[in-house]
């Protein structure tokens, strides 16, 4: 199986709906995936929260596919011989039908999309011109924040908010590591300790636009960790 394929199901669970946007819980976002198995409902859901929090789905819900009575008898007719057995409580065997491997790849892009908007009303607009430090810096805290939290495909995302061609925002990333600013690529990326004054002044002036609060990021946290 290469890293695109789809991850199989276990027997007896049936992919049944999504991936789709659930209902907002403490006020963020959520995507969701539903299965069956054995006469049960089971929901699985990612929270759609800052990057570098959640990197995994983080919620599950089992239920009762039917009238519960029916379930707790035995009298479900989507269960087989011995199932409701099997699902008595919290057992090895329940856990290790749910399709976490499954939930995750079909529910990666849709999270993915959701959670960089995030980053994107934290950053955008950008500079007109990069030109200055506080210019680059202003890039590759964007960049960090895509690449070590929700995104794949950073480059990507940034030339989609822009309207600025890819290979431009390479060129703007290349300049901001010769300069010293950033460091490391892919999920090591962060901020340089010698800018990190600089990425703070930068960070607290973003969360004033925004009327929120200075982030900290990995960046700050892995270069303390001589990442």
Known sequence: MTSIDEPSLPEGVVHHAGPRQGDPSLGLDVVEIEYRMHGLELVIGWTVSPSNYFSAPDRVTIRPDGPLADFMNGDDPE????????????????????????????????????SSRLVR?????????????????????????????????????LSEWTGVKPATWSARLQRARAKGILVGRGRQAHISPSFKKLEHELRARLAARSGGQPKVTSSVQSAGKGK
């Open 121 to 157: 009303d934290v950053f955008m607009p950008m500079p007109d011109r990069i030109e200055s430090d506080d210019d680059y810096m202003h890039v590759s805290c964007a960049y960090v924040d895509l690449v070590t939290g929700p995104s794949a495909e950073p480059i990507r995302r």
């Open 79 to 114: 269960m087989g011989e011995g199932e409701r057995e099997m699902f008595n409580g919290v057992t090895t065997p329940l856990l290790r039908s749910i399709p976490m491997a499954h939930a995750r790849h079909l529910l990666r892009r849709p999270y993915e999309e959701l």
